[in-house]
């Protein structure tokens, strides 16, 4: 029997072997500095990413490193945008190109498919009735 995986691992957070893992893995989602990693960290891993050929995104995350990510932090939209823009960024900028995904870390992914559940929950019943439009396109001020 012939099985093909797809497998993508966060990475960049300073914590394993991301030299050893690379070889196994299709994709990554880099840590940009929010809840682990730094700049040396973000090079390092690129450069393991690209040596294997293995397709690179960013792993954003509320900007905590003193609980790795995972209390949700009372931010205002505008801190919470700068900050993630700012994580993205410092992953683009030594990248140089396009990422293949962002995979969101830990409670700033809760707290998105908390909002999205009471979305579809409060919409269920009339979700035949009508199209659901996307929560933004990429053309459109989020604020």
């Not at 940009?32 to 690179?56: D, P, W």
């Not at 498919?113 to 929950?121: E, N, R, S, Y």
Request: aromatic content about 10%; charged content about 15%.
């Amino acid at each position: 029997m012939n099985k093909n995986f797809y497998i993508n691992a966060d990475v960049g957070e300073g914590m394993g072997d991301d030299s050893g893992l690379m070889p196994l893995i299709q994709a990554c989602n880099i840590a940009c500095g929010g809840h682990a990693g730094n700049s040396f960290e973000m090079q390092k891993t690129i450069a393991l990413a690209q040596k294997y050929n293995v397709r690179i995104g960013a792993h954003p995350s509320y900007p905590d490193t003193k609980n790795f990510g995972r209390r949700t932090l009372n931010l205002s939209k505008q801190e919470l945008y700068n900050s993630l823009k700012a994580q993205i960024s410092s992953l683009l900028d030594p990248l140089k190109k396009a990422i293949y995904t962002i995979s969101n870390h830990t409670e700033l992914f809760i707290m998105i498919a908390t909002v999205i559940k009471i979305l579809l929950k409060s919409y269920w019943k009339w979700l035949n009735h009508f199209v659901l439009m996307p929560l933004f396109s990429l053309h459109q001020t989020v604020f």
